[in-house]
């Protein structure tokens, strides 16, 4: 039976944690559904690289799983709306909603009171603008334009982090501050009802798990994944910073490096997004840990059902 007709679980923590398996067991313990938390996994054609469950590996249904083209725009304004329509359709249902994912603001997003401006909607013409304005004079020089307009929230963005910078300026042209919305960001309140269920893995065995995990892409053909991205026009997408797994590839294919060094990037990199999203997940004080370190996925789900179904559904 599900735990609640209102609420939902969330199982959250970094890469190679064992999020997906867990996840949905506990869904089909509990009566219910996954809606994926994933920036990447909404995105078709793009399936070994981002770990995706396959179809015929589900027990489940699974929500917000190739939602759009690579080339087709997609925020975490967007994953709210989804997300949030995912849980009412599920719980219409009588089934319980179980969101499983390692994107941490997508999380928030749908757990918490975000109030996204116009900037985060697609078709943003002033996103438009500073998209082809870092194409042609690059990510140095959109940053200067950001000092130059908000020095106070250029202080707090790497100039390297171009989409970061993009959504700074985007707010200032909106009569908003990047820097005041960071600094209220911890104090944004909970809007949908919820559980959340962390695994913690240390960073040695994780680090392990990564490394087999990239390994197992690779034979699984993340190679041919990516050349055939490239042959349906991907190409600009793909080789996007957050694409862990493809902008690699794309360097070996065109003979920027090794395929033994690519698949080498990949594990570290892979190695730094989860150290990022550890960093993440540890400052949210409603998530309740469960050692992973073990990876047995019979007392993984054993905790978890008792957490989900002792503890209050917290709104």
């Given at each position: 039976?599900?735990?609640?007709?209102?609420?939902?679980?969330?199982?959250?923590?970094?890469?190679?944690?064992?999020?997906t398996d867990?996840?949905?067991?506990?869904?089909?313990?509990?009566?219910?559904?996954?809606?994926?938390?994933?920036?990447?996994?909404?995105?078709?054609?793009?399936?070994?690289?981002?770990?995706?469950?396959?179809?015929?590996?589900?027990?489940?249904?699974?929500?917000?799983?190739?939602?759009?083209?690579?080339?087709?725009?997609?925020?975490?304004?967007?994953?709210?709306?989804?997300?949030?329509?995912?849980?009412?359709?599920?719980?219409?249902?009588?089934?319980?909603?179980?969101?499983?994912?390692?994107?941490?603001?997508?999380?928030?997003?749908?757990?918490?009171?975000?109030?996204?401006?116009?900037?985060?909607?697609?078709?943003?013409?002033?996103?438009?603008?500073?998209?082809?304005?870092?194409?042609?004079?690059?990510?140095?020089?959109l940053w200067?334009?950001?000092?130059?307009?908000?020095?106070?929230?250029?202080?707090?963005?790497?100039?390297?982090?171009?989409?970061?910078?993009?959504?700074?300026?985007?707010?200032?042209?909106?009569?908003?501050?990047?820097?005041?919305?960071?600094?209220?960001?911890?104090?944004?309140?909970?809007?949908?009802?919820?559980?959340?269920?962390?695994?913690?893995?240390?960073?040695?065995?994780?680090?392990?798990?990564?490394?087999?995990?990239?390994?197992?892409?690779?034979?699984?053909?993340?190679?041919?994944?990516?050349?055939?991205?490239?042959?349906?026009?991907?190409?600009?997408?793909?080789?996007?910073?957050?694409?862990?797994?493809?902008?690699?590839?794309?360097?070996?294919?065109?003979?920027?490096?090794?395929?033994?060094?690519?698949?080498?990037?990949?594990?570290?990199?892979?190695?730094?997004?989860?150290?990022?999203?550890?960093?993440?997940?540890?400052?949210?004080?409603?998530?309740?840990?469960?050692?992973?370190?073990?990876?047995?996925?019979?007392?993984?789900?054993?905790?978890?059902?008792?957490?989900?179904?002792?503890?209050?559904i917290r709104?």
């Amino acid at each position: 039976m599900p735990l609640s007709s209102a609420g939902v679980v969330c199982i959250v923590g970094p890469t190679a944690s064992g999020k997906t398996d867990l996840a949905q067991q506990l869904a089909a313990a509990l009566g219910g559904e996954v809606v994926s938390a994933d920036s990447m996994q909404v995105y078709r054609g793009m399936d070994i690289g981002t770990g995706k469950l396959p179809a015929c590996e589900r027990i489940v249904a699974h929500h917000l799983i190739d939602v759009v083209r690579p080339d087709e725009p997609y925020s975490a304004a967007l994953f709210q709306r989804d997300a949030r329509a995912a849980f009412r359709d599920i719980a219409s249902r009588g089934a319980q909603p179980v969101l499983a994912g390692g994107t941490g603001f997508y999380v928030r997003a749908a757990i918490d009171d975000f109030a996204f401006p116009a900037g985060e909607q697609v078709g943003n013409p002033v996103r438009d603008e500073l998209a082809r304005f870092l194409e042609e004079h690059g990510a140095q020089a959109l940053w200067d334009r950001l000092e130059a307009a908000d020095a106070e929230s250029a202080r707090l963005v790497h100039p390297n982090n171009a989409k970061r910078v993009m959504r700074a300026l985007e707010l200032h042209a909106q009569g908003e501050s990047y820097a005041a919305q960071l600094s209220a960001f911890s104090r944004i309140e909970q809007a949908v009802p919820a559980v959340m269920i962390g695994l913690a893995v240390t960073p040695d065995i994780l680090a392990s798990r990564i490394e087999a995990r990239v390994d197992r892409m690779r034979e699984a053909g993340l190679m041919g994944e990516v050349e055939g991205l490239l042959e349906s026009g991907f190409r600009e997408w793909i080789t996007a910073p957050q694409a862990i797994g493809y902008k690699e590839i794309v360097d070996a294919l065109d003979g920027r490096r090794t395929m033994d060094e690519a698949f080498d990037a990949i594990k570290q990199a892979t190695r730094r997004y989860a150290k990022r999203q550890r960093t993440w997940f540890g400052k949210d004080a409603r998530i309740r840990w469960i050692d992973a370190d073990t990876g047995e996925s019979e007392a993984l789900l054993d905790s978890a059902l008792e957490i989900a179904q002792s503890a209050e559904i917290r709104s």
